[in-house]
């Protein structure tokens, strides 16, 4: 899965990578966490859009913008037939901006946080989905970021780990006339590992309220 993830890159930098110009009040963050409001890029019929949304999926068919079940994370294997997933699936997909995420490996009867990013240290994108909700007065924007089976090299630390899409698959995966399962499941296998790197970080990461780049600094 994918709990906590940063974004820390330079506006120039991913405006280049993203074909959109991030807002100037966008702030390096380390520890993103679910029910934050964070960045995606989705499709407008002005084209790509970059925007903040409430990081957990609230399907439009929910009571409550609290529902029982975490919706943070949706397993690529579910997303065509699910039905918290399937609409947005066809319909309303996104990138995620990010530079690196953390997945927690179990060690004993403790939890050990690790950071994963490029190899490269450029930044990337999760596949997402978005979705509105409407109820209560008001209206809420929400985003899930897709999962899929860990690479080989992140299996000892996590059994899963976000789908990353490269720069060229950008346009296919925000593609609103899309949605054909077929043409999009190519997009969900994990991720090569030669590309990524993972090391230990401090458990100072756990708790959603810290913030900076301590966050990110490997622990001895």
Known sequence: MCGRYALHSRL????ALFGVRPPDSLRPRYNIA?????PVVR????????????????PPWVRTE??????INARAETLAHKPAYRAAFR???????ADGFYEWQAQGGAKRPWYIRRRDGEPFAFAGLWERW??????IES???VVTEACEALRPIHERMPVILDRDEYDLWL???????ARLDPLLDPYPADRLEAYPVSTYVNRPEHEGERCIAPEA
Do not use: K, N, Y
């Not at 120039?12 to 405006?15: E, F, V």
């Not at 499709?43 to 609230?58: F, N, S």
């Not at 319909?91 to 901006?97: D, M, S």
């Open 12 to 15: 120039p930098r991913l405006a």
């Open 34 to 38: 679910p029910s934050q409001d964070a």
């Open 43 to 58: 499709w407008t019929d002005a084209g790509r859009e970059w925007v903040a949304l409430r990081w957990g999926l609230l």
């Open 66 to 71: 609290h529902p029982r079940f975490s919706m």
């Open 91 to 97: 319909r309303r997909r996104c990138l995620v901006p």
């Open 134 to 139: 409407e109820g209560e007065g008001r209206s």
């Open 143 to 145: 985003f899930t970021i």
């Open 175 to 181: 593609d609103p006339g899309i949605g054909d399962p």
